[in-house]
C-alpha cells in the first residue's frame, strides 16, 4: 500500500547539519509532489521545503532558506531533505508527505508518522 517512512532524526549540536531520508513504497514518488513539514512544540505545523514532480522546487516558508536543500533520488524512490547550519529553532518532529497532484501544496494526500529532530545549543 502507499507508505511514506522518515528516517535521519537524531541529536545534533548548533551549527551540525543531519540528512533526512523519506522512503516511499507502494507508488512512484517521481509522479508526486513532495514535501517537508516540521511541528515544533506548542506550535502549528510549517511547510518547510517541496519538490514537485517535475523537479520544481518551493519554499514555504524563510525560515530555513539557504540552509536546508530538498532533492529527490528516482533510482530510490526516496526524497532527502539537507539540513545545514542548524538552529535550536530546528528543533521538530519533520514530516515528509506527497500530493497526488504533482504540485507543492499544503493540502498533501500521504502523510508519513514523522522523525523527531533536536538541536541542542
Known amino acids: 500500500q502507499l507508505q511514506l517512512v522518515e528516517s535521519g532524526g537524531g541529536l545534533v549540536q548548533s551549527g551540525g547539519s543531519l540528512r533526512l531520508s523519506c522512503a516511499a513504497s507502494?507508488?512512484?514518488?517521481?509522479?508526486?509532489?513532495t514535501g517537508w513539514f516540521r511541528q515544533a512544540p506548542g506550535k502549528e505545523r510549517e511547510g518547510v521545503l517541496c519538490i514537485s514532480s517535475s523537479g520544481g522546487v518551493r519554499n514555504y516558508s524563510d525560515s530555513a532558506k539557504g540552509r536546508f536543500t530538498i532533492s529527490r533520488d528516482n533510482a530510490k524512490n526516496t526524497v532527502y531533505l539537507q539540513m545545514n547550519s542548524l538552529k535550536p529553532e530546528d528543533t521538530a518532529v519533520y514530516y515528509c508527505?506527497?500530493?497526488?497532484?504533482?504540485?507543492?501544496?499544503?493540502?498533501?494526500?500521504?502523510w508519513g508518522k514523522g522523525t523527531l529532530v533536536t538541536v541542542s545549543s
Open positions: 508527505a506527497a500530493s497526488a497532484t504533482s504540485r507543492c501544496t499544503y493540502d498533501m494526500d500521504y
Open positions: 507502494g507508488f512512484i514518488l517521481n509522479y508526486y509532489g
